[in-house]
């Protein structure tokens, strides 16, 4: 089978299942994965014949596809601040919202910590998962000083092989960061982030399949009578372990803007809530006022 051939098949197959614009988007970064070859590569060679081995991966990689497995977990990849990460199921899925947030970090520390240059800046994030904020910011800024915290094992052990194979010095713990009892090993903090779980367990059925039968519910949801309990513990957290203007930087559900901005406020901190690309409101920066 040619290379044509391959993934002419692939994409047909594909587009049951997705728009034609994002079937072609998953089968080339798949081919490229597998075969080596660029899209423009395999334009050229489109009478390359594809090895048995390929083939045989190909079929495996399409067969999980077409059962709503993200692309990203079937190559064990994503893309995160012009990083590749290694994912899988024990992680969510690095998004382009989440990328937003961490810029708005890194361009706070540049901008509003003068000394970050001189002095190291401090930083921790919360339910760190992949690693991907903790990491993005260090490789960002070389002097802060980052901490990561997560309450899985599998979880910690891939954050810690991202970190390595991105050459990035992350301090990794395990905490249940819901227990305050477990806060008392964590220091002083120029800046806390987070993207914790904040999806009411109501909506899972709102979710596409793609999110709600793979990525790991420990990450996404929250009970549906207690759905703000990660942001109250963060605004405490902060009143004990922010240093002298230091910042708290969220993630938030689209939906509950206000009364996240609300938590905040209540605990004493002057909020600032902005929108992703699409026009959502979907990160909070919060300010404690001593």
């Known amino acids: ?49 594809i090895k048995y081995v390929e083939e045989k991966l190909l079929a495996t990689h399409l067969q999980a596809l077409l059962q709503h497995m993200p ?3 079937v190559l064990h990849e ?34 509003g910590l003068a000394d ?14 992949s690693g991907c904020i903790a990491i993005s910011a260090k490789t960002e800024i070389e002097n802060v000083g980052v901490t990561a915290i997560d309450v899985n094992d599998e979880v910690l052990l891939i954050a810690k092989r991202n970190a390595q194979a991105l050459q990035a010095e992350v301090d990794f713990l395990k905490i249940n960061f819901l227990d305050e009892g477990a806060w008392g090993i964590l220091g002083k903090y120029d800046i806390v982030v987070s993207n914790p779980p904040y999806i ?3 909506e899972k059925e709102k979710l596409s399949k793609h999110v709600a039968a793979f990525e790991p519910g420990i990450a996404l949801f929250v009970r549906d009578d207690d759905p703000f309990i990660f942001y109250e513990k963060i ?14 930087f969220v993630e ?28 959502k409101k979907r990160m909070i920066q919060a300010r404690l006022v001593r």
């Open 200 to 202: 009411p367990e109501m």
């Open 71 to 73: 692309v990203q977990y």
């Open 1 to 49: 089978m040619t290379t044509e051939e391959g993934y002419n098949d692939f994409l047909n197959k594909l587009v049951t299942l997705y728009d034609r614009g994002e079937a072609t988007n998953i089968t080339d970064w798949v081919f490229e994965n597998v075969t080596g070859l660029q899209r423009y590569e395999r334009r050229i060679h489109k009478d390359y014949e």
């Open 252 to 279: 938030i559900h689209e939906g509950y803007s206000v009364e996240t901005t609300k938590i905040f406020e209540s605990c004493n901190y002057i909020t600032e809530a902005r929108d992703d690309m699409y026009g």
């Open 78 to 111: 994503a893309w995160f601040y012009k990083m590749k990460f290694f994912v899988n199921e024990h992680v969510l899925i690095p998004r382009p919202e989440t990328e937003e947030l961490v810029s708005w970090v890194v361009r706070d520390i540049r901008g």
């Open 116 to 129: 970050y240059r001189f002095n190291e800046c401090r930083l921790l994030d919360i339910g760190t998962g």
């Open 235 to 248: 605004a405490r957290f902060g009143q004990r372990h922010l240093k002298e203007g230091g910042r708290i």
